[in-house]
């Protein structure tokens, strides 16, 4: 069996703001976090011959990858955090405020709800395959530095988790989610490395 290993990037600078979407760099703790990773990627793949991580084309999980060395990284740009279009930088206050409308039409049906010239979960869960379609492919162990949407679509995925609860899985800061498949099915281990 050979792991997948699934995290977010490390805290962003619009994460401490609040706000969604946006290309910012990290915070400090997100920095820490990306040395921490490092330091547990390096070891838990140490024996590995080959291994590659994966990032969105985003600078904050770029950031994120940037203190492993040893590993040849790729950026994807299905990876990237779901498009809130028209909401992109908003905080959800504001978007409360300002699209009460939007902001209700996304409560009611998370799944389907597609931002104003973005995207909706169902769109991120459809550009996701081609990812798939390789993660399922590599022999090798893969590290993916991606953002919460996504990881939530990725997740289930292997977790066989159903399609409604994808919007609502939980997937935090500054923890590392191993996902192992293996003969008998997935067994899943979490590692968080900081509050
Ligand atoms: O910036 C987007 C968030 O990571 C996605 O979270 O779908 O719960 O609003 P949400």
């Known amino acids: 069996p050979r792991p997948i ?3 977010r990037h490390g805290e962003s600078r619009d994460n401490v703001r609040g706000r969604i979407g946006g290309d910012t ?18 070891k838990r793949l140490k024996s590995e011959r080959t291994a590659s991580i994966w990032t ?3 600078q904050r999980t770029i950031l994120t990858a940037s203190p ?3 590993f040849p990284k790729i950026q994807w740009r299905a990876l990237d955090e779901i498009n809130a279009g028209v909401c992109d930088g908003m905080t959800y206050e504001e978007i409360k405020k300002n699209m009460p409308e939007e902001y ?12 104003p010239r973005g995207e909706s979960y169902l769109d991120v869960i459809q550009r996701l395959e081609p990812v798939i379609i390789e993660l399922e492919r590599q022999r090798a162990p893969v590290v993916v530095i991606s953002h919460q949407a996504v990881l939530r679509a990725l997740y289930a995925y292997f977790a066989d988790r159903p399609l409604k609860e994808i919007p609502h899985i939980e997937v935090p800061l500054h923890t590392i989610i191993e996902i192992q498949m293996g003969v008998t099915g997935v067994q899943e281990k979490r590692y968080k490395l900081m509050d």
Not at 33 to 42: D, H, R, T
Not at 104 to 115: C, F, W
């Open 104 to 115: 209700e039409s996304r409560k009611k049906d998370k799944l389907r709800y597609r931002y």
């Open 5 to 7: 290993l699934l995290t």
């Open 68 to 70: 492993i060395v040893g």
């Open 25 to 42: 760099a990290l915070s400090e703790a997100g920095d820490l976090y990306a040395k921490k990773l490092a330091n547990f990627v390096e």
């Open 56 to 58: 969105s084309t985003l």
